[in-house]
């Protein structure tokens, strides 16, 4: 079993920060790419940003600039740096993680998902 623990949602103004944290726990042998997605009510799910093992980033165009994807491998954690934060920023942010297990076994998890509210 893998666990992923969402936790750093909060209720903020525009132009606040947040900082979002995932830690990944249970039967993990290694974990390869890690990421943060989002979904804004009436909207689909969708990649707010990305990070490899080796620390390459990629990022949705409408958060560059103002967002920062970290990973702390020897924790299983990965953060989101969240800053200059917009009401359309308001979303459930989605921690997922690409696991290998100590079965062998590889598939894509996801957290339970945080709250993130950006008040005008």
């Known amino acids: 079993q893998v666990q992923l623990v969402e936790s750093g949602g909060d209720l903020v103004l525009a132009g606040g920060s947040l900082r979002l944290s995932c830690a990944a726990s249970g039967s993990i042998f290694s974990i390869g790419a890690m990421g943060w997605y989002r979904r804004a009510p009436g909207k689909q799910r969708e990649l707010v940003a990305d990070i490899t093992l080796g620390g390459m980033t990629n990022y949705a165009d409408s958060v560059k600039g103002r967002f920062t994807i970290s990973r702390d491998n020897a924790k299983n954690t990965v953060y989101l740096q969240m800053n200059n934060l917009k009401p359309e920023d308001t979303a459930v942010y989605y921690c997922?993680?690409?696991?290998?297990?100590?079965?062998?076994?590889?598939?894509?998890?996801w957290g339970q998902g945080t709250q993130v509210t950006v008040s005008p």
């Open positions: 997922n993680a690409h696991v290998i297990t100590t079965m062998y076994y590889t598939g894509g998890y």
